[in-house]
């Protein structure tokens, strides 16, 4: 189902089946709302143990890498490679990052770590010269890549803001253009999950985004 198309049934809702071009809510509003009970459900199947479904996965395919700055690194002695753009915020549980795939184009996985740990991991005596990653200021940094003129990873994960992961997908970053075209993307969410998630803010936000005036008489004024 597309983002739009559950905004959509969302506001028509909210209008009682009369929707206007003069609404008070926007639909990037209702989009943030539908973003946050998204969320909040996932974290409930994660609480109750429910193992994570990759409908919920979504693909940044190519990503941009550049030399990262030894300042960034800190004590890390290794060849270092990091994104060069902040990744969409993934949407942590548990402490877990939610990332579950970072490595190569082909489908080579690299190896999880967290910044703290990698002065040690590099120093290991058999596995310090594996190639590692881990997150940090919102940038994945790669060390010991298979060659220091690696250009691009794959990242796949669960990202806090759909939208955001699918623009940061689509954009030609290069050339400053984003390619998505409003709402209208596949919301990454099983379909069941999605009626629930309707009806959790029926149950709730409805109440008080009802309250707000609406231009019935679509004349610009409320």
């Known amino acids: 189902m597309l983002l739009s198309e559950i905004v959509y049934n969302i506001k028509n809702l909210i209008s009682g089946g009369v929707q206007s071009d003069d609404e008070n809510l926007s639909d990037d509003q209702v989009a943030f709302i539908v973003n946050y009970y998204r969320?909040?459900?996932l974290r409930q199947d994660n609480a109750k143990g429910k193992?994570?479904?990759?409908?919920?996965t979504?693909?940044?395919?190519?990503?941009?890498?550049?030399q990262a700055d030894k300042n960034e690194c800190c004590d890390i002695d290794a060849c270092i490679l990091r994104t060069e753009f902040k990744v969409p915020k993934p949407l942590a549980m548990n402490d877990d990052l939610n990332l579950s795939f970072v490595g190569t184009l082909s489908g080579i996985d690299f190896t999880k770590k967290t910044h703290n740990a990698m002065r040690w991991a590099c120093s290991a005596k058999y596995t310090g010269t594996e190639t590692m990653w881990y997150y940090q200021n919102g940038y994945i940094y790669i060390t010991n890549p298979p060659t220091s003129l690696m250009k691009?990873?794959?990242i796949q994960g669960v990202f806090e803001d759909p939208i955001d992961a699918e623009k940061f997908r689509t954009c030609d970053c290069?050339?400053?253009?984003?390619?998505?075209?409003?709402?209208?993307?596949e919301y990454p969410m099983s379909l069941h999950?999605?009626?629930?998630?309707v009806k959790m803010i029926a149950e709730t936000e409805l109440r008080l985004l009802m309250a707000l005036p609406t231009d019935t008489t679509n004349d610009g004024t409320d």
């Open 193 to 197: 999950n999605v009626d629930l998630l």
């Open 152 to 154: 691009f990873i794959n």
């Open 39 to 41: 969320a909040k459900l």
């Open 174 to 185: 290069d050339n400053g253009v984003n390619c998505l075209n409003g709402l209208d993307v």
């Open 51 to 56: 193992a994570k479904n990759e409908v919920n």
């Open 58 to 66: 979504q693909n940044l395919g190519r990503v941009n890498l550049i």
